[in-house]
């Protein structure tokens, strides 16, 4: 018995299996694909050459089974997205970075690694937010229907200049 029909995103692996347990497997697939092993590990790194219909006929004491077969999609991943930002701000000022990537939903990565995600390309930040911080930020576009997430943008460097302090004095 396979598993059903199922997807992964570029770049994942697919992988194969069959509960039957037989002296023999044998499995054919699209892109050249072949193997002799129970669960194999089709394709490490699944691109669209990988999608379409995986064949496994097993062999039990020199009988051999008919077909059975598990239809594999492979779902492309989103456009790298660009990040931009209206900076140089000063402390205090909104931060509102941006992407022109057309996406379902958007990761977006702080210098410190915490990540937040929106509906829409821009993300604008108070003063006082956690979020707040200068230093290097990625985003990434997220396909919510497929679930597949495209690489992260190149980093920008954020800068938030800090505001001078005015003493008045008089002698």
């Known amino acids: 018995m396979l598993p059903a029909n199922f997807a992964v995103c570029e770049e994942q692996p697919i992988v194969l299996f069959t509960n039957t347990v037989a002296d023999t497997y044998i499995w ?17 790194s699944a691109t669209q050459l990988h999608e379409g219909w995986y064949k496994l006929k097993v062999g039990i004491g020199g009988c051999q089974s008919e077909e059975d077969s598990v239809y594999v999609t492979v779902n492309p991943l989103p456009a790298t997205p660009v990040i931009t930002y209206n900076g140089p701000i000063c402390d205090g000022e909104l931060l509102v970075l941006s992407t022109t990537a057309i996406s379902s939903s958007y990761r977006w990565t702080a210098p410190d690694g915490s990540t937040t995600v929106t509906v829409g390309p821009v993300l604008q930040l108070a003063s006082g937010s956690a979020l707040y911080q200068d230093g290097n930020w990625t985003v990434a576009s997220i396909d919510t229907l497929t679930g ?15 505001v001078p302090a005015a003493f008045a004095t008089n002698n």
Do not use: E, M, R
């Open 28 to 44: 054919t697939g699209p892109n050249g694909f072949t193997s002799n092993l129970q669960n194999p590990t089709a394709i490490v």
């Open 148 to 162: 597949c997430i495209s690489h992260a943008s190149a980093p920008v460097d954020v800068v938030i200049k800090p």
